[in-house]
């Protein structure tokens, strides 16, 4: 597609539910990043896929939290038994690789009541 | 540790020129990227300096210090569409695979008045 795509845009869930935020990258770009971003504030490195290779995930902030890329491509980063300290809005980003400029999706906004 | 300052908040009048300024304490360095995010919308790319000295794109110019960990973005006749938050981030290098993640500042939230 022309840009990266992250569905859904708004998600609304109780706490303890399961959430699944889904990104779909520019093709053919093999580095992809999510970042978390709270309000007012600048965004989080939480986890990066080199094609299917999930290289880093340092930024995951519990074990609650897990992100797979299985074919190289779309990614879902799901969240287990949600708090509400994990509302914030989830970007996605990706690059032809991971020294080039990366491109920001819309992100998903995620509210925890 | 890792330490992005920028200013919270700045205002501008349209037409002029603003420069929003960002320091950086960070254990690694592979170069400071500056993103324009309007609310509610994706960050989008600006500039990108990783020599020291000026990278100039149209209305917007960047500086880079590496010694003294200084970066200012530049605006020049300043539109009332460039009102967003501006966002500073430095590339970490490090970590398993060499990651490259961004660091972000907290944003400049630029308010143009006419």
């Known amino acids: 597609g022309a840009g990266v795509s992250q569905s859904p845009r708004y998600k609304v869930a109780k706490r303890g539910q399961d959430v699944a935020l889904r990104c779909d990258p520019i093709?053919?770009?093999?580095?992809l990043f999510w970042y978390q971003q709270a309000l007012g504030q600048g965004p989080e490195f939480l986890t990066y896929f080199q094609n299917e290779a999930q290289l880093d995930k340092s930024g995951l902030p519990s074990d609650r939290f897990f992100a797979e890329r299985p074919e190289g491509s779309v990614s879902t980063l799901k969240i287990q038994r949600t708090q509400q300290e994990d509302s914030a809005v989830y970007l996605c980003a990706s690059s032809p690789e991971r020294t080039q400029p990366q491109h920001f999706g819309d992100g998903t906004r995620l509210s925890i009541l | 540790g890792q330490n992005i300052d920028q200013p919270t908040e700045m205002t501008a009048t349209e037409g002029a020129i603003v420069q929003i300024n960002c320091t950086y304490q960070?254990?690694?360095?592979?170069?400071l990227f500056w993103y324009q995010q309007h609310a509610g919308e994706a960050p989008t790319f600006l500039s990108y300096n990783v020599l020291d000295g000026l990278e100039e794109k149209g209305r917007f110019s960047s500086f880079l210090s590496r010694s003294k960990g200084y970066s200012y973005l530049l605006l020049k006749e300043l539109q009332m569409k460039d009102s967003a938050s501006y966002l500073c981030a430095v590339r970490d290098p490090r970590g398993r695979g060499a990651t490259n993640k961004l660091i972000f500042g907290t944003g400049t939230l630029l308010a143009v008045q006419p």
């Open positions: 093709s053919g770009h093999v580095s």
């Open positions: 960070t254990s690694g360095f592979n170069g």
